[in-house]
Nanobody, 125 residues
């Protein structure tokens, strides 16, 4: 059975850093597109970063240069390194996966079949 479990969230001051992890089972990163999404109360779900099976990374404009997505294929772990955090980054962060996602839908959550339960990130000013 496919499962994804996020961890690493917490409370951090503005300008600080956090690293999120997503451990999955039931599939291999080498055959799936992976992504990080976030959602704050009252706001729509937002794509943050994605990584293709071969390793190419893609970022939303709002996080490019501050966040880095990476993965450990052997351990089935997806990471999101978040630097220079601001209160605007406060949200529940989710990891997601699907066997294939076309580039036009990389940041469309509806394109992903498998989801974790999320980990909360709170950035204080």
């Amino acid at each position: 059975e496919v499962q994804l479990v996020e961890s690493g969230g917490g409370l951090v001051q503005s300008g600080g850093s956090l690293r999120l992890s997503c451990v999955n089972s039931g599939f291999t990163h080498k055959s799936h597109c992976m992504g990080w999404f976030r959602q704050a109360p009252g706001k729509e779900r937002e794509g943050v970063a994605t990584i293709e099976p071969h390793g190419d990374a893609n970022y939303a404009d709002s996080v490019r240069g501050r966040f880095t997505i990476s993965k450990d294929n052997a351990k089935n772990i997806l990471y999101l390194q978040m630097n220079s955090l601001s209160p605007e980054d406060t949200a529940m962060y989710f990891c997601a996966a699907d066997a294939w996602v076309t580039s036009s839908r990389w940041f469309d959550g509806d394109a992903y079949k498998f989801w974790g339960q999320g980990t909360q990130v709170t950035v204080s000013s």
